[in-house]
Nanobody
Framework: EQLVESGGGSVQPGESLTLSCAASGFTFSQYSISWYRQAPGTERLERDMVGFISRSGDSTDYVNSVKGRFAISRDNDKNTVYLQMNDLKPEDTAVYFC?????????WGQGTQVTVSS
């Protein structure tokens, strides 16, 4: 059971990035997926949820600070979830993690760094 994030990098304010979260070793379509981020200098327990997508992909939700800028989608045939991030701001700088949940089963990825700086 594994989640692998990719697509992070360093960008300037106003630019875009798309993160991917690729799953393997479990039935991906049975898991809802959330994206979290952990800002520099914070602990694991301080990770903030960025957004959520349901198992089928027909329902999403986002934290207010990213609404209108970020979008989550998923391709269950490819076992992958995406986080499209537009109009990035310095305060979006963090390590981004995806989390899969099905009942009591929870799987975290290892994270990918996003740095927004001029």
């Amino acid at each position: 059971e594994q989640l692998v994030e990719s697509g992070g990098g360093s960008v300037q304010p106003g630019e875009s990035l798309t993160l991917s979260c690729a799953a393997s070793g479990f039935t991906f379509s049975q898991y809802s997926i959330s994206w979290y981020r952990q800002a520099p200098g914070t602990e694991r327990l301080e990770r903030d949820m960025v957004g959520f997508i349901s198992r089928s992909g027909d329902s999403t939700d986002y934290v207010n600070s990213v609404k209108g800028r970020f979008a989550i989608s998923r391709d269950n045939d490819k076992n992958t979830v995406y986080l499209q991030m537009n109009d990035l701001k310095p305060e979006d700088t963090a390590v981004y993690f995806c989390k899969a949940v099905s009942g009591n089963l929870i799987i975290w990825g290892q994270g990918t760094q996003v740095t927004v700086s001029s």
